[in-house]
């Protein structure tokens, strides 16, 4: 089973960065690696929905972005250290939220739902981003 844990949340002024890690490990039930997942971001604020953040293909790497954070947060991903990271910049008090990275098998994941939360099926259990002066 695959599992994820996210790390590097923490609390920090409008315009500041971030980076968010996103560990995995475990041996999945069909001996894949980590190179065969597209990874993504999602975060959820209090009394909002989970949304999608940014996404992370498999060994093409190919990304996608919410609008909102486009031009602002970057993924990443280092396959030899089953690591996928989220660089955020100049963060906005709208940017706070729980963020959460997920995994799927990439056959399952196209640019028509590489945001959508319901089509990922492995979750970590979500880090805190808290933007405020």
């Known amino acids: 089973q695959l599992q994820l844990v996210e790390s590097g949340g923490g609390s920090v002024q409008p315009g500041g960065s971030l980076r968010l890690s996103c560990a995995a490990s475990?041996?999945?039930?069909?001996?894949?690696?980590?190179?065969?997942?597209?990874i993504g971001w999602f975060r959820q604020a209090p009394g909002k929905e989970r949304e999608g953040v940014s996404c992370?293909?498999?060994?093409?790497?190919?990304?996608y972005y919410a609008d909102s954070v486009k031009g602002r947060f970057t993924i990443s991903r280092d396959n030899a250290k089953n690591t996928v990271y989220l660089q955020m910049d100049s963060l906005k008090p709208e940017d706070t939220a729980v963020y959460y990275c997920?995994?799927?098998?990439?056959?399952?994941?196209?640019?028509?739902?590489?945001?959508?939360?319901?089509?990922?099926?492995?979750w970590g259990r979500g880090t805190q981003v808290t933007v405020s002066s």
């Open positions: 992370i293909s498999d060994s093409d790497g190919t990304t």
């Open positions: 475990g041996v999945t039930l069909d001996g894949v690696t980590l190179d065969y997942y597209a």
């Open positions: 997920a995994a799927q098998h990439q056959k399952y994941i196209s640019d028509r739902n590489a945001l959508r939360a319901a089509d990922f099926r492995s």
